[in-house]
């Protein structure tokens, strides 16, 4: 599977960005996906997943009420919603795929497969 993210930019605080992540392949379905983020000189951290089916969902704490996960699976597409931004979203976001069949989503070794970041600033 490869994996293309889009959608980063510059907003100010309280706006909003949509990322996408295109898969590549037939079986995107059968992952579940999730999106990390980096920010210069911190370790990646988990944003938010979803099931392979999208039934199930799962944010951090530190996103939950202004994120939302997505995922179209006839377009091979994962969709982050960001809203109300704050300048401590700043970072590089990152899509990943998962064979985990599970409800733990939250650490990177769960996934197998990365796309590149796609940067987001959000300045006060």
């Known amino acids: 599977v490869q994996l293309q993210a889009s959608g980063g930019g510059l907003v100010q605080a309280g706006g909003s960005l949509r990322l996408s992540c295109a898969a590549s392949g037939r079986t995107f379905s059968s992952f579940a996906m999730g999106w990390f983020r980096q920010a210069p000189g911190k370790e990646r951290e988990f944003v938010a997943a979803?099931?392979?089916?999208?039934?199930?969902?799962y944010y951090a704490d530190s996103v939950k009420g202004r994120f939302s996960i997505s995922r179209d699976n006839a377009k091979n597409t994962v969709y982050l919603q960001m809203n109300s931004l704050k300048p401590e979203d700043t970072a590089a976001y990152y899509c990943?795929?998962?064979?985990?069949?599970?409800?733990?989503?939250?650490?990177?070794?769960?996934?197998?497969?990365w796309g590149q970041g796609t940067l987001v600033t959000v300045s006060s």
């Open positions: 990943a795929a998962s064979r985990y069949r599970g409800t733990d989503y939250f650490g990177a070794q769960k996934y197998d497969y």
């Open positions: 979803i099931s392979w089916s999208g039934s199930s969902t």
